[in-house]
């Protein structure tokens, strides 16, 4: 076979292409295509193009605010044929959600028929529903037919389309915008529009005032569904000044008084974008999960309003630790992200600040101010040379009927004999006869000099930067006060409030979480551990692995927190309730914590913040240590003695009384006061007894007065009383005297 070759052809053929440069093409139009007609909204109008086209339509269609509705299945159709062709129901989504109250804070589309709810069920088949445009749609569009803004071919040439709307409204910040593009994404909260307006007035009176300033207006995002901000005002700042941060959203609730001691807490104000359906589905299953221990039952009572139920377990449980907990676990608490990365002045991606996005809309609506004056100016012009053709034409209204009558071309005549231009000839020659009867000199001088003073003002308008910013700022103030809150409440009134988190403790919250209930654990000799249900006093049941055996067991809560104390002098915690159940034999120490293989468990407790632990190594050395200051919040523990080997931590017991007794392996006792050992958070310690060879045995501390007591080998117990014990008392790090006659061969204190 000799070598391929492409066939010859007249273009039709194929040709070689570099794969990797033709992807990285494909993929950069696509990724170009995504970020600027799909997914970023227009710092301007704050509208995507689908929103955009939507907008467009219904203007085309006379869907004005004070006019009849139409189907949304029109409004669709015109969108996809003329402007957008892609899929009808991605636009008819689109659609639906600029007509939800509970999505938009200013509905651009005011629907008829079942437009969705807050539960999440979608709406009714475009078929069915219909729509018309807003007030606030109304003011979005407000000039585009005075050459406002510039209009581009729609994707078949065959029709016009704007590539930005006038944006009367400032629709960015006043109703949002989220959006997920190729490596990059939007996300900008809703804002109460009065404020808005209050900032964009503050900037036009002083360009250079700081963002801290401007939050004086704008205190914060205001959502459609309310709730409460619970993020600090630093946080705040920070985010509209960066444009990247995020707000901690709450739900509204109270405590409502049931009667005879008994309450409910009611949920009337729930996050923005939470499907309230979805909430109380998880609220319950956290129930049947038995992870709300403090809540009995969730109803959900609403009706138009949201009214959400949540009954305690019992009387006794604070209404604001169970609401904590709630927070934690379910979504009446969601952090709501800003990222204002938008198209600064409709081309380039940026992440603005709050007074970049303000001052792109300002400066968006001067130029569309500039815009329609010189639109108006040249329709004034137009207007006036046609007006002093007619006062031509009046005042010698005979000649004009004559020449009409005599000349075949009496254009070319009048033209010459009066010195008139074109258009006012045709203006004269397109008169309608009755109109002769008004055209009077008084009437056409007056428009006159009405029209020649309107230009006069355009004129200085358009000559004068100032002037321009005057009337933007007549204009934001006119929308400030249709958005007024004490003059429009139902709609310009802040919903969305602030307060601050609760600052409950974390252990409190945590604990809350939890089901109390009794257990037992139990660690073997070969470190496995595991929690049976219940007190148990009988262990003669339980079974070990082959070769092992019971270490130690105690009683606890599901609830506490069960401490490990290794040879490394390290403190481990695990919670109660992540203990592995006592069905099989639990689950090695060393796969729940992080354990060093050449160190064992010296012992294991239930969790007492009140109490002090004495320990000791088995060198002698220890030190007394507050219980709280033991606990480890990560697997890897917390180092709180420190031993070198061959040195290792041996004991650790609880402080109790004022005096200490320990024994060491060559059966040596001696008792010395607690003052002399010292408190502290960690370290080596001070020397508790001193020996030739061997190490310590058993340490106890007990009250002198009530003597020191240990059991021996048969259960006996036998008391030592100060005065017996004389020859024993001394100070800390000394040898000590043999221990007395009866003292357990086990070295142990029993």
């Known amino acids: 076979m000799g070598k391929e070759v492409l066939p010859p052809g007249n273009g039709d053929s194929a040709s070689p292409v570099d794969l990797k440069k033709a992807l990285e093409e494909r993929y950069l139009a696509y990724a170009l295509s995504t970020i600027m007609h799909r997914a970023l909204p227009d710092v301007r109008d704050g509208l995507k193009p689908v929103h955009r086209r939507i907008m467009h339509t219904m203007r085309l269609l006379r869907l004005n605010p004070e006019q009849g509705f139409a189907k949304c299945a029109r409004i669709v159709g015109d969108v996809m044929g003329k402007f957008h062709p892609h899929g009808d129901q991605s636009i008819y989504d689109a659609l639906v959600r600029l007509a939800q109250p509970f999505a938009m804070r200013y509905p651009l589309v005011d629907g008829q028929g079942n437009f969705g709810n807050i539960d999440g069920d979608n709406a009714a088949a475009m078929r069915y529903t219909e729509a018309r445009m807003t007030e606030v749609a109304a003011e979005l569009l407000s000039g585009i037919t005075e050459d406002a803004v510039d209009f581009r071919p729609t994707y078949n040439e065959e029709d016009e389309e704007p590539i930005v709307l006038p944006g009367a409204f400032p629709n960015l910040l006043c109703n949002g915008s989220s959006g997920i593009a190729v490596g990059m994404a939007t996300s900008v909260p809703p804002h109460n529009a009065a404020e808005v307006c209050d900032a964009a007035l503050a900037l036009i009176d002083d360009p250079d005032v700081p963002v801290s300033r401007l939050l004086d207006f704008v205190q914060g995002p205001d959502f459609p569904t309310g709730g409460i901000i619970v993020e600090g005002r630093a946080s705040i700042r920070e985010a509209y000044e960066t444009g990247r941060g995020g707000f901690r959203l709450r739900a509204r609730w109270h405590k409502e008084d049931q009667g005879r001691g008994t309450w409910n807490v009611v949920v009337t104000e729930i996050p923005y974008g939470v499907q309230k359906s979805r909430l109380i589905e998880k609220i319950a299953e956290l129930i049947l999960a038995r992870k709300l221990p403090l809540l009995e039952d969730v109803r959900d009572e609403s009706a138009e309003d949201i009214r959400v139920v949540l009954v305690p377990k019992s009387r006794a449980v604070e209404p604001e630790l169970l609401m904590e907990s709630l927070f934690r676990l379910t979504d009446l608490e969601t952090r709501f992200p800003l990222n204002m990365n938008v198209l600064s002045r409709g081309k380039v991606p940026s992440v603005l600040s709050l007074k970049d996005v303000l001052r792109e809309w300002l400066d968006h609506r001067r130029e569309v101010l500039v815009r329609r004056s010189q639109h108006r100016l040249a329709e004034i012009e137009k207007r006036l040379e046609i007006l002093a053709g007619y006062l031509v034409a009046y005042l010698?209204?005979?000649?004009?009927?004559?020449?009409?009558?005599?000349?075949?071309?009496?254009?070319?005549?009048?033209?010459?004999?009066?010195?008139?231009?074109?258009?006012?000839?045709?203006?004269?020659?397109?008169?309608?006869?009755?109109?002769?009867?008004?055209?009077?000199?008084?009437?056409?001088?007056?428009?006159?000099?009405?029209?020649?003073?309107?230009?006069?003002?355009?004129?200085?308008?358009?000559?004068?930067?100032?002037?321009?910013?005057?009337?933007?700022?007549?204009?934001?103030?006119?929308?400030?006060?249709?958005?007024?809150?004490?003059?429009?409440?139902?709609?310009?009134?802040?919903?969305?409030?602030?307060?601050?988190?609760?600052?409950?403790?974390?252990?409190?919250?945590?604990?809350?979480?939890?089901?109390?209930?009794?257990?037992?654990?139990?660690?073997?000799?070969?470190?496995?551990?595991?929690?049976?249900?219940?007190?148990?006093?009988?262990?003669?049941?339980?079974?070990?692995?082959?070769?092992?055996?019971?270490?130690?067991?105690?009683?606890?809560?599901?609830?506490?927190?069960?401490?490990?104390?290794?040879?490394?002098?390290?403190?481990?915690?695990?919670?109660?309730?992540?203990?592995?159940?006592?069905?099989?034999?639990?689950?090695?120490?060393?796969?729940?914590?992080?354990?060093?293989?050449?160190?064992?468990?010296?012992?294991?407790?239930?969790?007492?913040?009140?109490?002090?632990?004495?320990?000791?190594?088995?060198?002698?050395?220890?030190?007394?240590?507050?219980?709280?200051?033991?606990?480890?919040?990560?697997?890897?523990?917390?180092?709180?003695?420190?031993?070198?080997?061959?040195?290792?931590?041996?004991?650790?017991?609880?402080?109790?009384?004022?005096?200490?007794?320990?024994?060491?392996?060559?059966?040596?006792?001696?008792?010395?006061?607690?003052?002399?050992?010292?408190?502290?958070?960690?370290?080596?310690?001070?020397?508790?007894?001193?020996?030739?060879?061997?190490?310590?045995?058993?340490?106890?501390?007990?009250?002198?007065?009530?003597?020191?007591?240990?059991?021996?080998?048969?259960?006996?117990?036998?008391?030592?009383?100060?005065?017996?014990?004389?020859?024993?008392?001394?100070?800390?790090?000394?040898?000590?005297?043999?221990?007395?006659?009866?003292?357990?061969?086990?070295g142990k204190f029993g």
């Not at 200085?460 to 004490?486: G, I, N, Y």
């Not at 089901?515 to 660690?523: A, F, G, M, Q």
């Not at 009988?538 to 070990?544: C, E």
């Not at 607690?674 to 508790?688: H, T």
Request: hydrophobic fraction near 40%; include cysteine; proline fraction near 5%.
């Open 396 to 746: 010698n209204i005979d000649e004009v009927i004559g020449i009409i009558r005599e000349e075949d071309e009496p254009k070319p005549v009048m033209m010459e004999r009066f010195n008139l231009t074109d258009n006012q000839a045709e203006a004269i020659l397109n008169m309608r006869l009755r109109a002769l009867r008004k055209l009077e000199e008084f009437e056409i001088r007056t428009e006159f000099d009405k029209l020649s003073e309107e230009k006069t003002q355009i004129e200085a308008l358009l000559a004068s930067e100032a002037k321009q910013w005057k009337t933007v700022r007549w204009e934001v103030a006119k929308v400030r006060q249709t958005f007024d809150p004490e003059k429009n409440p139902a709609l310009g009134r802040r919903r969305t409030t602030f307060g601050d988190a609760p600052s409950h403790d974390l252990e409190d919250v945590q604990q809350a979480m939890i089901e109390r209930e009794p257990i037992t654990v139990i660690l073997s000799e070969k470190g496995w551990l595991r929690a049976m249900k219940g007190h148990l006093t009988d262990l003669s049941t339980v079974v070990f692995k082959e070769g092992d055996s019971l270490k130690l067991s105690f009683h606890a809560q599901t609830t506490d927190k069960i401490l490990l104390f290794t040879t490394g002098g390290k403190f481990y915690t695990i919670g109660g309730d992540r203990l592995p159940g006592g069905r099989g034999h639990g689950e090695p120490v060393r796969i729940m914590v992080d354990m060093e293989n050449d160190q064992a468990v010296v012992t294991a407790f239930a969790h007492d913040p009140e109490r002090r632990l004495l320990i000791a190594s088995y060198a002698g050395n220890g030190f007394i240590v507050p219980e709280k200051e033991v606990v480890a919040n990560t697997r890897k523990g917390k180092q709180i003695m420190n031993v070198k080997t061959p040195d290792e931590a041996r004991l650790c017991i609880p402080v109790s009384g004022d005096h200490a007794a320990i024994v060491g392996e060559n059966r040596k006792l001696l008792v010395f006061p607690l003052e002399q050992v010292p408190e502290m958070v960690r370290g080596k310690g001070v020397r508790l007894q001193r020996y030739k060879d061997g190490g310590i045995a058993d340490l106890k501390t007990f009250a002198i007065a009530d003597g020191l007591t240990w059991q021996d080998s048969a259960d006996r117990t036998f008391t030592r009383s100060k005065d017996e014990l004389a020859e024993w008392i001394g100070d800390r790090a000394a040898a000590g005297r043999m221990a007395p006659k009866g003292f357990p061969r086990t």
